[in-house]
């Protein structure tokens, strides 16, 4: 009975830390929302939902690169098909998808005709040229890019060129 009682209390000590993480910004993984107006929302599964989720387009060391709202960058998994994410369960703690409850926005140098949706864990994710569109929750700032090239998850992952090819440098 002892032992039953510490592990609730164990699990009641993850839950508030988690409670408490969420409402101070997750140390940094505030993905989306922003200066678009709109205040993200976390899901279960460790991504961020907003209304109308921004794609904007940033330089970096590997050039022109798509980002969220916040700066953040995006990134797509080769394991995708067109329109179907492949990233579930532990892949989607790692590569939180980039949901939107409401339509994406076409920001600076993005094509909004390439911005779309499909159903993802936890909410609608935002695609692009028909990929669907991740974090990398190693990222802790805007203009990180530490998922670049990593293969996990049975495929590589790369950040987005404006046109909506993945960047291999």
């Not at 993850?14 to 101070?24: E, F, I, K």
């Not at 939902?49 to 904007?56: E, K, S």
């Amino acid at each position: 009975m002892q032992t039953i009682r510490k592990l609730g209390w164990a699990v009641a000590a993850v839950a508030a830390l988690m409670l408490v993480a969420a409402a101070c910004g997750g140390g940094g993984n505030n993905y989306g929302g922003g200066g678009y107006g709109a205040a993200p929302a976390t899901t279960a599964g460790g991504a961020t939902m907003t209304m109308g989720a921004a794609v904007d387009v940033r330089g970096s060391k590997l050039g022109q690169t798509l980002v969220d709202g916040q700066g953040r960058t995006l990134y797509l998994f080769e394991a995708d098909t067109a329109g179907r994410s492949n990233c579930h369960g532990a892949c989607a703690s790692a590569w939180p998808p980039y949901l939107s409850s409401g339509a994406p926005e076409a920001g600076t140098g993005v094509t909004g005709g390439l911005l779309g949706t499909i159903p993802g864990d936890g909410g609608t994710q935002v695609t692009y040229h028909g990929h669907p569109l991740y974090y990398y929750a190693g990222d802790s700032q805007p203009g990180d890019a530490t998922g670049q090239g990593l293969d996990q998850f049975g495929a590589k992952w790369y950040v987005v060129a404006p046109g909506g090819d993945r960047i291999a440098g």
